[in-house]
């Protein structure tokens, strides 16, 4: 067929559509004489397309969700999907549902103008919540810049539970709260202690959870008297709540009539 407009030594065609995607046999001919080319292929594809979509950086403690956004060159909408990690997409927002490493794609899958676009993934951390991120949550600005109130060892509320623990066992430092843990079921509370069937001392205990790294460490100890020494017992059933706590039982290792327990919370880097 004539190409309308291939006069000259150079062609270009503007405005190819989706509708001129494919392969064409040309043979050039000129009208002036008897020479012909050979025939060559004049192919017609989509158009390549790329995604920007930006890092995401780490996100506190606390943070109920990420709205997400990418552009592609070829203008077409970009969708996302999680592929790792504690979250949840819904129209574009993620949720974040626990604490750890989230993995998210953006891909655009093409259209008759447009050639799929590489996807990109990003990665970011949902970060845990630490003793400190606590403090700025739970306290004001003023209340934070008095140790009376916001110090790690401060019992603001006056129940003789100090913040650390208050945090350590999912209690309001706000709120007078020595309700103790109510065992196999409870999300909250101070230690809750128990004999066995056997005679035997357990301790149970909220904990929060290694993989939420929440920057304090527990230990179960047992003592035959108040005054020590305290050993710390190893030996424990823990029962996953939620992405953040969990629920320890730790039996005491040397059973006797009279035995003493606790849990040590110790601050860690
Ligand atoms: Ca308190």
Do not use: H
């Not at 790690?152 to 066992?169: H, Q, T």
């Amino acid at each position: 067929m004539n190409i309308a407009g291939a006069t000259a030594r150079t062609y270009t065609r503007t405005n190819v559509s989706n509708s001129s995607e494919g392969s064409y046999t040309c043979v050039v001919t000129w009208d002036n004489g008897t020479q012909t080319s050979a025939a060559g292929t004049l192919t017609v594809l989509p158009v390549a397309q790329a995604i920007t979509f930006d890092a995401i950086p780490d996100q506190p403690a606390g943070t109920p969700a990420v709205a997400l956004a990418a552009t592609t060159t070829g203008g077409l909408p970009v969708t996302f999907t999680v592929v790792s990690g504690p979250a949840v997409l819904l129209d574009d927002v993620l949720s974040l549902t626990g604490i750890g490493t989230i993995t998210v794609r953006a891909s655009q899958d093409g259209d008759g103008d447009y050639q799929p676009a590489p996807d990109v993934d990003r990665t970011f951390s949902a970060l845990s919540l630490t003793p400190a991120t606590w403090l700025t949550q739970t306290f004001t600005p003023a209340e934070q810049a008095n140790q009376a109130i916001a110090g790690l060892l401060a019992d603001p509320d006056g129940d003789g539970v100090k913040n650390i623990f208050e945090f350590a066992f999912n209690l309001n430092p706000k709120t007078t709260s020595l309700e103790t843990l109510q065992p196999g079921t409870g999300t909250s509370g101070l230690p809750s202690v128990a004999r066995n069937g056997g005679g035997s001392l357990t301790i149970e205990f909220i904990r929060r959870r290694a993989t939420a790294a929440p920057g304090i460490t527990y230990a179960a100890e047992f003592a035959s008297s108040p005054a020590g020494p305290w050993t710390a017992a190893t030996v424990e059933t823990a029962t996953t709540i939620d992405s953040t706590f969990e629920r320890v039982t730790v039996l005491d290792p040397a059973p006797a009539p009279n035995r003493f327990t606790r849990v040590r919370v110790t601050t860690a880097p």
